[in-house]
């Protein structure tokens, strides 16, 4: 049975984020989208002040810099013995909370980011314990990571992947192009899909970790973006690029065994309600500045009938983002225990996207004129602009409308 209580901890984790978010990182937004960056300075005071309001366990498995999924302590220190594990659940309340705060800070925090569920689901002890060991210590130098899987021609059809990765002695050569990847410019670690041979399709998917500076790994042009422009989007490059054996993800048994691509796919079952939840946290903040206006501006002062047709449709966007929470959390819960999720993981996340982008222009268009206004204390243009990219980026709402639909349909007995 799903229990929507938060623990102590995610409640403590939820109010310290949107406190920091509140007096902290909203009167800087628009600063930083004009900048198109988050200053280091800045994440680093805020990784502190997150881990002293929130506790260090939860913000670190917040972050998800942990070797394991459950390796933070402090979320769950709350949670009687013996129950599952709550660390997904913790993770999208963050990211909600977080992303209510700004979407773009979120992705711009340091840490393994989309990198690490491939890295965590399919490594070896050694290779977790090597690639998330550098984010133990990060007092001197910030570290991200990044997941390189989109090509120019392979974005929803995720098998046509044509990177190539050949072995060659201790090595494997990989050649090809990857672009929109969230921190992939300074990443100090990518993990990038390569084909061994096209025309295998998803079996012939190969995941490896590159580091920064192997020769013949190059950074590209970095996007200019309607939304998130202080989230770096970058093109990554491979010519000729040697990977040593070791940063092949799984190792020789993931080879042997084609996993790939089930590794791609897995990041997602992780992933795609945390995109849920940071839709629904953009969506809450339009649904919020727009309640405050619409009962400032008309509950005193205009005609009943007026505000009730109003405040019904706002009823209309509150209830889409509770039912959106609802999914997210039904897809963490099955994650948490380690279940089967990727159907409810894909409706969580269309779901979630489409009612986040219809709670801004709703808002907008509640707010009339005021709502189309940009300036320190307007971020209602910025929620708008930011909250499309939730319905595209790690797949498209249409294709987790596919995926939920082949899973319906493969579920159904034959009669
Ligand atoms: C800000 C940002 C950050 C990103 N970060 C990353 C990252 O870190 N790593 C990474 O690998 N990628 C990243 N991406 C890429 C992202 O995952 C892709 O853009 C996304 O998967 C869609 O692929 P596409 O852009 O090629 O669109 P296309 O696949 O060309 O789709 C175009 C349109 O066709 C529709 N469509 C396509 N196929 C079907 C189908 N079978 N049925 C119905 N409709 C279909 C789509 O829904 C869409 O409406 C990022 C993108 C953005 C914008």
């Known amino acids: 049975m799903i229990d929507f209580q938060l623990t102590d901890k995610q409640r403590q984790l939820k109010d310290a984020l949107e406190g920091l978010g509140r007096h902290v990182v909203r009167p800087q937004s628009l600063a930083w989208d004009r900048d198109h960056t988050v200053s280091e300075a800045f994440l680093r005071q805020f990784m502190g002040m997150a881990r002293a309001f929130a506790g260090e366990g939860s913000a670190e498995r917040f972050l998800g810099t942990g070797e394991e999924p459950g390796a933070g302590h402090g979320a769950d220190r709350g949670a009687p013995r013996g129950k599952p594990s709550q660390a997904n659940r913790t993770a999208a309340v963050g990211a909600e909370a977080l992303a209510w705060c700004d979407a773009a800070l979120l992705l711009a925090m340091p840490g393994p980011g989309l990198g690490g569920p491939p890295v965590r689901s399919t490594g070896t002890p050694e290779q977790r314990q090597r690639f998330f060991g550098i984010f133990k210590d990060m007092s001197q130098e910030l570290r991200w990571g990044a997941y390189g899987l989109t090509e120019p021609g392979a974005g929803s059809d995720v098998a046509a992947i044509r990177t190539t990765c050949v072995k060659d002695g201790d090595a494997w050569v990989l050649n090809g192009r990857k672009c929109y990847i969230t921190n992939g410019a300074r990443a100090a670690w990518t993990v990038i899909f390569a084909t061994v041979d096209h025309r295998l399709g998803r079996a ?111 009823a209309r966007v509150g209830r889409r983002l509770e039912a959106a929470r609802a999914l997210v959390h039904h897809a963490v819960y099955l994650a948490d225990l380690e279940q089967q999720n990727a159907k409810e993981a894909s409706m969580a996340k269309a779901y979630a996207g489409q009612a986040a982008v219809h709670a801004c222009t709703e808002a907008i268009d509640l707010c009339g004129a005021h709502g189309t206004l940009a300036g320190s204390d307007q971020l209602l243009e910025k929620w708008f602009r930011d909250i499309k990219v939730f319905d595209i980026f790690e797949g498209t709402g249409n294709i987790q409308r596919v995926v939920i639909a082949k899973r319906i349909v493969s579920g159904l007995k034959a009669f």
Do not use: Q, W
């Open 204 to 314: 012939g998917h190969r995941a490896f970790v590159v580091e920064k500076g192997t020769p013949g790994f190059s950074v590209g042009k970095i996007e200019d973006k309607m939304g998130l422009r202080a989230s770096e989007t970058a093109e990554l490059v491979l010519e000729d690029c040697r990977v040593p054996e070791a940063n092949l993800l799984g190792g020789a048994d993931a080879h042997a065994s084609k996993e790939g691509f089930m590794t791609a796919m897995k990041t997602f079952d992780t992933t795609r309600p945390l995109v849920g939840a940071m839709a629904c946290g953009i969506g809450r903040a339009a649904y919020e500045h727009a309640r405050y206006f619409v009962r400032e501006r008309y509950l005193l002062s205009r005609p009943i009938p007026r505000y009730a047709a109003l405040a019904e449709r706002l």
